[in-house]
T-cell receptor, first 112, second 115 residues
Framework: NAGVTQTPKFRVLKTGQSMTLLCAQD?????MYWYRQDPGMGLRLIHY???????AKGEVPDGYNVSRLKKQNFLLGLESAAPSQTSVYFC???????????FGEGSRLTVL | LAKTTQPISMDSYEGQEVNITCSHN???????ITWYQQFPSQGPRFIIQ???TKVTNEVASLFIPADRKSSTLSLPRVSLSDTAVYYC????????????????FGQGTTLQVKP
């Protein structure tokens, strides 16, 4: 099992460009999350999903959109990237009846 | 939603026991307390989880008083490899309330273990 896989792992964007981060999990987890982590900071929840076809806002949802069309995938989109979105993005997933979050390795995004 | 407060940093020496306390005054009935460990350039990793009293596994113990307004992660005999950031997460991880799924991390505690 690969666990939680994030692609791409690194990306450099120019201000105003768009991109999508893909999170894929092969553990049949119902719940999926997108967090961002800025240097020296903790994790901030962007959006999350409690099941296929559902999404909800977290702490810092502005400037991001998400979709969960398939249970195993959770996509994070930036429609018009801004330098303030330079960060490391982590995806996580969890099974309904346990509290353990499984994290991906992170995607480092730089917006110039 | 429960807000957590942890010390920003702690120092210890190899072989010592380390206790990291997390304050969560407005913890809700359905909330569990979970601790994660994060190394640089990696995603956080689950350490231990509990609801009340004491939980122990092969790497740590978690102490939760009766009022559940705080919790303490105890790492026995730390080594250099335990140098990391430790996060306390309080939330409805078993999805029994309307706030299910909204899991907010605190700022974390950076533990530095010295030789």
């Amino acid at each position: 099992n690969a666990g939680v896989t994030q692609t791409p792992k690194f990306r450099v964007l120019k201000t105003g460009q768009s991109m999508t981060l893909l999170c894929a999990q092969d553990m049949n987890h119902e719940y999926m999350y997108w967090y961002r982590q800025d240097p020296g900071m903790g994790l901030r929840l962007i959006h999350y999903s409690v099941g296929e076809g559902t999404t909800a806002k977290g702490e810092v949802p502005d400037g991001y959109n998400v979709s969960r069309l398939k249970k195993q995938n959770f996509l994070l989109g930036l429609e018009s990237a801004a330098p303030s979105q330079t960060s490391v993005y982590f995806c996580a997933s969890s099974y309904r009846n346990t509290g353990e979050l499984f994290f991906g390795e992170g995607s480092r995004l730089t917006v110039l | 939603l429960a807000k957590t407060t942890q010390p920003i940093s702690m120092d210890s020496y190899e072989g010592q026991e380390v206790n990291i306390t997390c304050s969560h005054n407005n913890i809700a009935t359905n909330d569990y307390i979970t601790w994660y460990q994060q190394f640089p350039s990696q995603g956080p990793r689950f350490i231990i989880q509990g609801y009340k009293t004491k939980v122990t596994n092969e790497v740590a113990s978690l102490f939760i008083p009766a009022d559940r307004k705080s919790s303490t992660l105890s790492l026995p005999r730390v080594s250099l490899s335990d140098t990391a950031v430790y996060y306390c997460l309080v939330g409805d991880v078993l999805h029994g309330s309307s706030n299910t799924g909204k899991l907010i991390f605190g700022q974390g505690t950076t533990l530095q273990v010295k030789p």
